[in-house]
């Protein structure tokens, strides 16, 4: 079935470090892919998504880029703040089927 | 945007307890509801589907009699945990999508954190 691989945490960066966290997938067809944070004590808010092939999901300056060749959905920002400190889930979605989730990647920002 | 509201937000309570859970759509129609369960520092595991006007789908392992869910109309989906138990704490999370197209993000409450004393 379909799954979602992150890397593993917690990931420990000062501030305005350059983040990337990794995330690969496997799946049948070809899925939407979301990136979801979670901050301490709250539901997932979505971050960004991408719905195809070389598409760019980007928000509040975190990117991601769906690349087929490689199936991977890796997040990245240039310079992270302390508020940027959550929980990061790589998800995808195939078919309008439920959401596989991966196991989240906690992201710890030191001033 | 699309905002789902679930309340309430911490339960505590003792045990032998029935604990119910809402998550409501506040701005779209939701015909699919999703119940996730999160351990401690883990991954969301989703419980089951829930289905407007039929029975929900739960995913292996989950027992049906324990959680039980209903979903009586298109912008409310209920999670009723019955006689909790300690191992029943966890944070509860719902969900929804916008229908529509497949590729549609899901969008959740902000949990409910459950604590059985």
């Known amino acids: 079935g379909d799954s979602v691989t992150q890397m593993e945490g917690p990931v420990t960066l000062s501030e305005e470090a350059f983040l990337t966290i990794n995330c690969t997938y496997t799946?049948?067809?070809?899925?939407?892919l979301f990136w979801y944070v979670q901050y301490p004590g709250e539901g997932l808010q979505l971050l960004l998504k991408a719905t195809k092939a070389d598409d760019k999901g980007s928000n509040k300056g975190f990117e991601a880029t769906y690349r087929k060749e490689t199936t991977s959905f890796h997040l990245e920002k240039g310079s992270v703040q302390v508020s940027d400190s959550a929980v990061y889930f790589c998800a995808l979605s195939e078919y309008g089927q439920n959401f596989v989730f991966g196991p989240g990647t906690r992201l710890s920002v030191l001033p | 945007g699309a905002v789902v509201s679930q309340h309430p937000s911490w339960v505590i309570c003792k045990s032998g307890t029935s604990v119910k859970i809402e998550c409501r759509s506040l701005d779209f129609q939701a015909t699919t509801m999703f119940w996730y369960r999160q351990f401690p520092k883990q991954s969301l595991m989703l419980m089951a589907t829930s289905n407007e006007g039929s029975k929900a789908t739960y995913e292996q392992g989950v027992e049906k009699d324990k959680f039980l869910i209903n979903h009586a109309s298109l912008t409310l989906s209920t999670l009723t945990v019955t006689s909790a138990h300690p191992e029943d704490s966890s944070f509860y999370i719902c969900s929804a999508r916008v229908p529509g197209a497949s590729n549609q993000p899901q969008h959740f409450g902000d949990g409910t954190r459950l604590s059985i004393l």
């Open positions: 799946a049948t067809g070809y899925p939407s």
